[in-house]
């Protein structure tokens, strides 16, 4: 049984060594030509799916190919869900509500024209038209950090329409398998969907208010790392196989078991741990994508793939540039925005599968398709590079002249709006003084600590606390460290402070640093790494010993 296990298991491992392994080769060739990598992941799968590379793992590859597939799309869905913020719903309401509504009725109505006029019909016509509305949110929101504009206008429009059309997704995930599955027909089927779904996700809510904050409260008290990860990952698996039950998708399951965590107050320390895994998670996908794509089906359909690609960039982008200038922003961020949202995205995937799968479009078709999606979020990077240059010199004509942007499109609620701020790493006593201090000067504040029970009452008092890792490179970016002005280590640990140090100074060259130290050799260390003020313990309690002694002779210093 043992053996007959390995066996099934040894083509899908086999099969990601192939992949990762290509796509090392080709990404150093693509970092030479400054080329986007996620063209590079795409046609690492493409050519290992039609040179008979497969092959070689089995006879019959297909099955490896599907499984790492759904891999790589359960994954990315996790980490969007993590990544999903009510908070940023109810700050960006008016963009998400009033621009993605927009996007998504305006894009489905011409999608679902062109494919009538293909001479699709029926609902499959209706899944068509939906997924080319769809957005590539992990591409789109990469590229803006690649650009080092993640709060500029054009990402917080990007974002806000990316919400709408996650929630639209959900819904319309929810309700697919009664409009073209065996079950279809009429509206029974419909409502009994949607009561599924909500029952799903009201089981979901009630995870998230009531089980997952005490279950990861307890576990982040063992301050065992690896336990705290291998809870979340078992909780997403729990959630997937919970949706899959229900008859959804095990993709939704994946997004919902993000969203079940990403309201945690502990949702900053499973970014900080998922985060630098998220590049891995969309290589995969990328790789994946292209391992579904039969390359003698997409020659048969090559003018047509291409004629839908350029139609997909023009239309979306054509909408959602209009949208974003009704909503405010500059041409320059609004074409920023267009091209960022222009593609189709990993839930048209997802659809287009969850379809085929139930019949709801045949395998030609779905081909297509799938070529159209992955050239065109291969091409988001590109898009995206030339939107800028291209915006500021149309902004020189009095069409495209400049508009005053929304409120709502500024930067975002909570820590991604501090400005000129302190992070304090550690709140014992040392800590907590500084902090009191700050706040009683109106000094902005955010607070990095481990302690699960600390964590949850300053949360309570509404201190911008993250309960993360402070040695973490991720935690420094979600502490907005890029704009903060000292970085505090309140606690005597120097091998962990010059670690902490060192990860924010890739963001921020120029902070002012401040360590404490109990020996003369760990002042050395310090001093070494360049850490501006160094607090050596036994020194100032040195100082505070003689002070008081003295006192006790009333003699003066």
């Known amino acids: 049984m043992i053996l007959a296990a390995s066996n099934e298991v040894a083509p899908v491992v086999a099969l990601l060594g192939m992949v990762l392994g290509s796509v090392i080769v080709v990404s150093l060739l693509l970092v030479k030509a400054r080329q986007s990598l ?6 690492c799968g493409l050519v290992l799916a039609n040179t008979g590379a497969t092959h070689w793992l089995s006879d019959s590859p297909e099955e490896a190919i599907s499984i790492l597939a759904e891999l790589g799309v359960v994954l990315l869905m996790f980490t969007l869900g993590i990544e999903f ?8 309401k008016k963009v998400v509500l009033g621009g993605g509504g927009a996007q ?17 019909s029926g609902p499959g016509l209706l899944v068509v038209g939906f997924a080319m509305a769809l957005s590539s949110t992990a591409v789109s929101i990469k590229s803006f950090q690649d650009m080092k504009q993640p709060d500029s206008p054009g990402a917080r429009m990007a974002l806000g329409v990316a919400i709408f059309q996650d929630l639209a997704v959900i819904f319309f995930m929810v309700v697919l398998p009664s409009l073209i599955g065996d079950d279809a027909g009429g509206l029974g089927p419909v ?7 909500v029952l799903f996700l009201g089981l979901c809510w009630v995870l998230s208010l009531y089980v997952v904050p005490h279950l990861l409260h307890a576990v982040a008290n063992s301050r065992s790392r690896e336990l705290f990860t291998v809870t979340v990952v078992g909780l997403c698996a729990v959630i997937a196989w919970g949706a899959n039950w229900f008859g959804l998708s095990l993709a939704l399951g994946a997004f919902a078991g993000g969203l079940v965590v990403s309201e945690s107050i502990y949702s900053h320390k499973v970014l900080a741990d998922v985060l630098p895994f998220k590049d891995l998670f969309l290589t995969v996908f990328f790789v994946s994508v292209g391992l579904l794509i039969d390359l003698g089906a997409v020659w048969d359909s090559l003018w047509v793939i291409a004629l839908g690609v350029l139609g997909i960039i023009a239309i979306k982008g054509f909408i959602v540039a209009v949208v974003a200038r009704r909503m405010g922003l500059r041409f320059r961020q609004a074409l920023v925005a267009a091209a960022a949202l222009s593609s189709s995205g990993e839930f048209s995937l997802v659809l287009l599968s969850r379809a085929s799968d139930l019949g709801g479009l045949a395998p030609e078709i779905e081909q297509v398709l799938l070529a159209c999606t992955a050239i065109s979020m291969a091409l988001v990077p590109t898009l995206m590079k030339g939107a800028g240059p291209m915006g500021k010199r ?7 002249s400049q508009r005053e942007r929304q409120n709502e499109l500024k930067d975002g609620a909570q ?7 302190v992070i304090i790493c550690g709140y014992g006593p040392v800590g907590r003084a500084l902090h009191e201090e700050m706040v009683r000067l109106s000094v902005a504040v955010v607070v990095i600590e481990m302690n699960a029970t600390t964590v949850r009452d300053l949360h309570k008092r509404g201190v911008q606390v993250l309960f993360a890792d402070a040695t973490n490179a991720q935690t420094m970016s979600l502490a907005r460290i890029e704009s903060a002005r000292a970085l505090a280590f309140t606690f005597p640990e120097p091998a962990m402070a010059i670690e902490g140090i060192r990860a924010a100074r890739g963001f921020n060259p120029g902070i002012v640093t401040f360590a404490r ?6 002042v050395e260390m310090l001093q070494k790494e360049g850490v501006h003020h160094i607090l050596h313990d036994e020194v100032t309690s040195g100082q505070a010993m ?8 009333s003699v003066e210093e």
């Open 394 to 400: 149309l902004e020189k004509w009095p069409i495209f």
């Open 546 to 553: 003689v002070s008081a002694v003295l006192g006790c002779y």
């Open 85 to 92: 913020s009510l908070r940023e719903l109810m700050h960006l």
């Open 104 to 120: 998504m009725v305006l894009t489905t109505a011409i999608g679902m024209a062109v494919g009538w006029a293909l001479g699709l």
């Open 38 to 43: 996620l063209v590079g992941y795409f046609l």
């Open 191 to 197: 409502f009994f969907a949607l009561g599924k779904g």
């Open 517 to 522: 130290a109990k020996f003369a050799n760990e």
């Open 415 to 421: 820590v991604s709006a501090l400005r000129d701020h």
